[in-house]
């Protein structure tokens, strides 16, 4: 099957909304780096900038980021841009915007700040219920 996933190496990395909030369990809320097929995707899960998240994360040249940019509990638009300009993932897919009535960020305004900062990254906005796929090997 073309689109299976062949998983190389599975991350996790502790979220940086909740960084340091850890029992003697770990860390309860993790985002995830997976490397696979060729590809690297990190998807953040519930995030926000924290001391260490930097270094913990240009250890990867990503492909994919998925980032939260509800600004509620997540990232406001314009932390999402800076995220890129610093990381440089090949695309960019924004999540979690108004998925409850207090998650307000607007898709748009963030793909608007990414074309005036950091006009080469390339950025989708997904439908709800509609298939994704990243090639391989781009």
């Known amino acids: 099957h073309p689109h299976q996933l062949v998983c190389d190496a599975f991350f996790s990395l502790d979220s940086a909304a909740y960084a340091g909030r850890s029992d003697e369990h770990g860390y309860h809320f993790l985002g995830y780096l997976i490397e696979g097929n060729g590809v690297t995707l990190y998807?953040?899960?519930?995030?926000?900038?924290?001391?260490?998240?930097?270094?913990?994360?240009?250890?990867?040249?990503?492909?994919?980021?998925?980032l939260p940019i509800s600004h509620r509990d997540n990232l406001h638009y314009t932390q999402a841009v800076y995220f890129c300009a610093l990381h440089q993932p090949r695309l960019v897919v924004p999540m979690h915007f108004g998925m409850f009535p207090d998650y307000t960020e607007d898709p748009i305004r963030f793909l608007g700040a990414l074309r005036r900062n950091?006009?080469?990254?390339?950025?989708?906005?997904?439908?709800?219920?509609?298939?994704?796929?990243?090639?391989?090997g781009v």
Not at 43 to 66: C, I, L
Not at 118 to 136: D, H, I, M, N, T
Request: proline letters at 9%; one cysteine or more.
């Open 118 to 136: 950091v006009p080469a990254q390339r950025a989708e906005v997904l439908q709800v219920g509609l298939k994704f796929c990243y090639p391989s």
């Open 43 to 66: 998807h953040s899960g519930d995030t926000q900038p924290y001391p260490g998240w930097y270094e913990r994360v240009k250890k990867w040249n990503m492909d994919v980021a998925f």
